[in-house]
């Protein structure tokens, strides 16, 4: 299930989203668990594939190499009007919608398709696995991913996911 087994780039219409992911770390002495919020991107097409993925930061620079690796043929992009994405006009016709000032869709402009996979994302770590490790996050965002991405696909999606398998040798 992870993202990089499916070589394909993302195209069409594309929504942008960075989230902050609270993951539990290494804590104190005693047991203590100790929560870090850790950066994701979210590049979501409309009715296709969704990617997630840990960013090292959250500066431009960080966002723009993994939206390299990610990105094919691009008809439109979709952020909000964060100063830190403002790059992507680089990779096509890019749109924003502006949250700060209570701005959620303009035309087919929103960004509700990637905040929605946040949204569904978040309860279940929540309802599900009640808190992650940091170090096993990015497997965490592959498997939602994945199932996001193939949920209109009922029977296809365990065929898929033993086609991927490796074989132990």
């Known amino acids: ?59 431009a620079r960080d966002i723009k190499r993994v939206i390299a690796k990610n990105l094919g043929d691009v008809e439109e992009i979709y952020s909000d009007a964060a100063s830190r994405l403002f790059f992507l006009t680089e990779f096509g016709r890019h749109e924003t919608v502006a949250h700060v000032y209570k701005e959620y869709v303009i035309d087919e402009v929103h960004v509700n398709t990637i905040e929605n996979a946040w949204s569904l994302f978040k309860r279940g770590l929540v309802g599900m696995y009640h808190h992650v490790s940091a170090q096993y996050l990015q497997d965490y965002l592959d498997e939602f991913a994945f199932r996001y991405s193939h949920r209109k696909e009922k029977g296809a999606m365990f065929d898929l996911v033993l086609a991927n398998c490796e074989v132990a040798a």
């Open 1 to 59: 299930m992870k993202h990089d087994v499916f070589e394909d780039r993302l195209g069409g219409i594309i929504e942008v989203d960075d989230a902050v992911v609270r993951a539990s770390g290494d804590g104190p002495p005693k047991g203590h668990v100790k929560f870090e919020g850790k950066n994701v991107l979210g590049m979501a097409e409309r009715g296709g594939f969704l990617r997630m993925m840990i960013l090292d930061g959250l500066k």
